[in-house]
């Protein structure tokens, strides 16, 4: 079982930067890959980012290549997201999601409790 909980997040200005963190408790951190997903109002959930396991493989949407960069730190149990020069299209709600895996999949059966990021022009 993993628990994952999340921290970052709130009001932004158009161009500015935000980082999201996401901290893992449970299972050894350093046994499965993560990803970020995030939700628009009336959109489905989308990919953003994962990483694997040991934080060598690495996967963006390319809605935010360039822009938003995916991290971890096994020894702390951290995951984060850099969001860079954000723009309002970025207003959504983010999630951490877990795998179980070392590797990037398609199956989080973990996941964060969200945060809201909005970014206001």
């Known amino acids: 079982q993993v628990h994952l909980v999340q921290s970052g997040g709130g009001l932004v200005q158009v161009g500015d930067s935000l980082r999201l963190s996401c901290t893992a408790s449970?299972?050894?951190?350093?046994?499965?890959?993560m990803g970020w997903f995030r939700q628009a109002r009336e959109k489905e959930r989308e990919f953003v980012a994962a990483?694997?396991?040991?934080?060598?493989?690495?996967d963006n949407a390319n809605s935010v290549k360039g822009r938003m960069t995916i991290s971890r730190d096994n020894s702390k149990n951290l995951l984060f997201l850099q969001m860079d020069s954000l723009k309002a299209e970025d207003t959504a709600v983010y999630y951490c999601a877990g795998t179980e895996t070392p590797n990037i999949g398609n199956v989080y059966p973990y996941w964060g409790q969200g945060t809201q990021v909005t970014v206001s022009s």
């Open positions: 449970g299972r050894p951190f350093g046994d499965y890959a």
């Open positions: 990483i694997s396991s040991s934080g060598q493989k690495i």
